[in-house]
């Protein structure tokens, strides 16, 4: 199957989990998704749980003390817990085995602006993270506390960086007639 | 303020589906995307993800993490924000499990939509009075009333999605829900109002030849 039908195949399954109301059917498609995963199913896995970990601890806690007051369904709890990591893992398994720029061609303005935003994401992030290393060997950190004066020049290069790189693609899609001007 | 998947009921996501891509295709016929918006959104997107990077430390042992959405719908309007964020809040619900699949059409129409469009209006009622206070209240609004949003959403899933009084998604109503979201957002709010006033007027000094008004 093509990347574009996986895709959908996937928004179908995601979509059909939300009205699915039994723990053990949601169980068997974490199980199904975990054999999906490949060699890389623990890794997945160990992704999924770390993301919904600090969501749904906190509203499962918050739960669990309300139900020292009013009465309360803990397999409730269990069912939302459940469809949220079978969802998120899932999505997960998706993203791991597919090329997501393929999946989203069905619409080439999509794919293009995914493409460009990933690229300068990685771009910005690098850029950022280098930012970091060099507060960090200079003494200072962001984790600590950011000022007007880091802030600034921070926004100057970001920005800078986007706009240079925004009409530099803007030539290159221009010049290779990609998009109709 | 990203919902996460799970939470949300098919009674509330479909028909947010539905709006939300009714939004994403009136954008993008209202920005008429060529060659030079392509890039600039796919640009001002990773701006975006880039500065929720930039953790600032709040009281408590907390961060909060600056959205930038009242910055992009100053600089480069309501709906160019709109599609950016968008695109930002997929990616990351993709690639980094940040907000849900199936809350994604919630997440955009709170935090893109309601984000960009009330600092964006916010900014044009206060601007007549005093431009720093309209900037800062734009900041302000992008992020207060996607949490009311978000809190009436979350809320309202008992209501809509119950059996027999046990329910079936978020298990907290609207007393619950409306202020443990809402008044902390007053004061991350706050926070971005000022960031949004520093920030804007910071870029717009700097880049004078691109946001000349």
Redesign the interface.
Known sequence: MSDRVWFFVYLLVVMTLGFVHNEWIMLLGIIITIALGGKARFKIFKKALLVIALFNLSISLSYIVYGFFVSVDIFALVLINLRAFAITLLTFTLVRRINLHKALDFSKVLAILYGFTYAQIILLKNMLHSYYEGLKSRGATLKTSITKKQLQPLLTTLFGTMLHKSSEQSMGLRSRGLIDD | MHI???????QI??PAIAISASLLALA?KKIE????K??????????S???M?????FPGGTTMHLGGVAIISLLFGPWIAFSSIS??L??Q??????G???SYPINIIAMAYIGSFSSYWFYRLFVTRSKNIAIFMAGWSSIFFPSIIIAVVLGVQPLVAS?DG???????GLSVTLPSVVVPHIFIAIIEGL?TL??VK??KT??RS?FSE
């Open positions: 996460p998947d799970g939470f949300i009921s098919p996501y479909i993008y995307l060529d060659v030079e392509i890039p600039l959104i796919a640009g001002v997107s990773a701006i993800f880039v500065m990077l930039i953790a600032i430390p695109l930002v997929l990616i619900a993709l690639l980094f499990g940040e849900g699949i199936t059996v046990t329910p079936l998604y978020f298990p907290f960031v520093s920030s910071f870029l700097q880049f691109v």
